[in-house]
């Protein structure tokens, strides 16, 4: 059989697509054998990693990119650099633990979900994205249209599930009671990213039921690390920048700005 058919048939694409150059570079560096097995095979290894990693970035649905590396830590204080260091060696994935990111609008909490979501999607895991109003309007309708088994599976499956942004608006009951299964299916087994701008004490108010809402508090936060942000907004502090906008100190200072302050956005 010959060497092209043989890597056919084996699959391994990415070693036969450049296999010229890969023999051409062990003659020319007069590898031995078992080094240009070992070169020849990294390259096909490195090459389907490549591809799974691209592929579950892609299933994870991330609305943006943003990577650990890309988060200023100097500009968020309050965040402790060791506990994300922590998390993104991924023990939090292995042992389905969760994580919570609290704070006001614009501190990173989504900036730091996805780029939590990129480190396990490169490790090898299955993620998933999605705001918290989109995941109720799916279950609401798969449950409206006696689908809601299937759909509640779609989310339990994924090693680690991000939820963004709980809290922006309240649920029904029956939401909150679908989000109670969802949070039971998944306890113990796959781990939990959410963020939200409200404080747990205010959780209530979102699940409208003070007893449905301490049920899903001690399900989320068994095996959980809350990380509290507390901190200005990184979008404005561009605009800040370019005087558009007056800090708290400035103000006290009298250098308040004459034109309207923009309105914070989400
Ligand atoms: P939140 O979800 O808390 O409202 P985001 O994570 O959406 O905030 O952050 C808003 C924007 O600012 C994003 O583009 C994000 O990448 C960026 N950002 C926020 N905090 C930081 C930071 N400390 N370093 C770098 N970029 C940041
Ligand atoms: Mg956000």
Known sequence: MQLGTLLEKLKMDHLNAQLDSVCEQ??????????FLTESLLLEWRGRHLKGVESRLSQARFPWVKTVEQFDFNFQPSIDRKVIRDLSGLGFVDRAENVVLLGPPGVGKTHLAIALGVKAAE???????????????????????NRLDRQLQLLVYPRLLILDEMGYLPMTREEASIFFRLLTRRYERASLIITSNKSFVDWGEIFGDQVLATAILDRLLHHATTINIKGESYRLKEKRKSGVLTTAKQKERGEEKKEPVAQQAN
């Open 123 to 145: 490790a090898g895991h299955r993620v998933f994205f999605l705001t918290v109003e989109t995941m109720l309007t799916r279950l609401s309708r798969a449950k409206r249209e």
């Open 26 to 35: 062990a003659s020319k560096r007069d590898l031995s054998y078992k080094e």
